[in-house]
């Protein structure tokens, strides 16, 4: 797996949450005014019998008129994609391994929203056929 497929798996496992949001990979379109969530990739390892990633999910919910977050329907999405994400483990062979390693409120992350980012840490395993 490579990077792009590490986001394309991560991505399918916040959709399989349920969570009514809109789902967007790398960014989302400027100017959105609606709950989304972004699943962006940091810097991928490549080495010898594995990859890793830590993988970005961040889940933008809009602040009340007052400004005010609104924590159930945050606390709600965070809880969903969470119990989907660690759901993700080994596929047709394939080593997969996922650590958690935790979340944080970003705020002013944008304009008139709450953003949670949840990191994931994704751990592959590669082909040991590809380098015989």
Known sequence: MDEFDIIDLVYD???AANTGLTIYKDNS????EENHIVVSGMEFHEFDWQNKMPVNVNIFV???PN???NRPLMR???????TE???IGPENGQYRDIELS???RLTGAKENFDCTNIKVIINTQKNT???E
């Open 29 to 32: 379109a400027t100017g959105l």
């Open 129 to 131: 056929e590809d380098y």
């Open 76 to 82: 709600d999405m965070k809880r969903k994609i969470r």
């Open 62 to 64: 809009k602040l009340y």
């Open 102 to 104: 935790g979340s944080v």
């Open 67 to 69: 400004g005010m977050p």
């Open 85 to 87: 994400l660690k759901k």
């Open 13 to 15: 496992y916040v959709a």
